[in-house]
Nanobody, 125 residues
Framework: QVQLVESGGGLVQTGDSLRLSCAVS????????MGWFRRAPGKGREFVAA????????FYADSVKGRFTISRDNAKNTVYLQMNSLKPEETAVYYC??????????????????WGQGTQVTVSS
């Protein structure tokens, strides 16, 4: 069984930073790409960032490029999302997800087969 548990969300002010973590159960974490998505109030799920299994390639939504950084520590079965210069419109529940075996279209949610429960990020003005 694969389980993903996000942590690190909270209430911050505009311009602040947060680092989200996603701990993944299982023995083969290093074989899979990982992604971060978010769902803002009243809106659909949006791609944020993704990283390939080896960490060799990174992908970002245009809206977060230059401010967010995705990384992974395969020895700890953990993926991270460092979020800097947060904006109020980025208030959302943030989810991590594991890519399907062989999945390559990382900005698309259909690429992922397991999802965490989400962690709330609230950015106030």
């Amino acid at each position: 069984q694969v389980q993903l548990v996000e942590s690190g969300g909270g209430l911050v002010q505009t311009g602040d930073s947060l680092r989200l973590s996603c701990a993944v159960s299982g023995r083969t974490f290093s074989n899979y790409a990982m992604g971060w998505f978010r769902r803002a109030p009243g809106k659909g799920r949006e791609f944020v960032a993704a990283i390939t299994a080896t960490g060799g390639s990174l992908f970002y939504a245009d809206s977060v490029k230059g401010r967010f950084t995705i990384s992974r520590d395969n020895a700890k079965n953990t993926v991270y999302l460092q979020m800097n210069s947060l904006k109020p419109e980025e208030t959302a529940v943030y989810y991590c997800a594991r890519g399907r075996s062989g999945g390559r279209d990382l900005p698309y949610d259909s690429t992922y087969d397991y999802w965490g429960q989400g962690t709330q990020v609230t950015v106030s003005s």
